[in-house]
């Protein structure tokens, strides 16, 4: 299993990023998608999830109406886009998903997102 983000960035506050998670090693079609992030000194935290097939997401409070998360099955990706970007949403973003049936957890490598003027 492998998840490998792309898209961070620096940003100014009130910009957009969207990032991406290309996922390998498994039958990706199966699996719920989560964004996680952990900014500095602080604890990861969960950001969006997505079911298998798209059809449910949810959010955290602080990202509802600001972050969309998406997955197109055929490229075996989970996007994260990002809008309204303030400081406080600096942090490095993690890809993640759990096979349920073996209990394992697999987490990308992380991307960083800075939003600063």
């Known amino acids: 299993v492998q998840l490998v983000e792309s898209g961070g960035g620096l940003v100014q506050p009130g910009g957009s990023l969207r990032l991406s998670c290309a996922a390998s090693?498994?039958?990706?079609?199966?699996?719920?998608m989560r964004w996680y992030r952990q900014a500095p000194g602080k604890e990861r935290e969960l950001v969006a999830t997505?079911?298998?097939?798209?059809?449910?997401?949810n959010y955290a409070d602080s990202m509802k109406g600001r972050f969309t998360i998406s997955r197109d099955n055929a490229k075996n990706t989970v996007y994260l886009q990002m809008n309204s970007l303030k400081p406080e949403d600096t942090a490095v973003y993690y890809c993640?998903?759990?096979?349920?049936?073996?209990?394992?957890?697999?987490w990308g490598q992380g991307t960083q997102v800075t939003v600063s003027s």
């Open positions: 090693g498994f039958t990706f079609s199966n699996y719920a």
């Open positions: 993640y998903t759990r096979n349920y049936g073996s209990g394992r957890d697999y």
């Open positions: 997505i079911s298998s097939t798209g059809g449910n997401t």
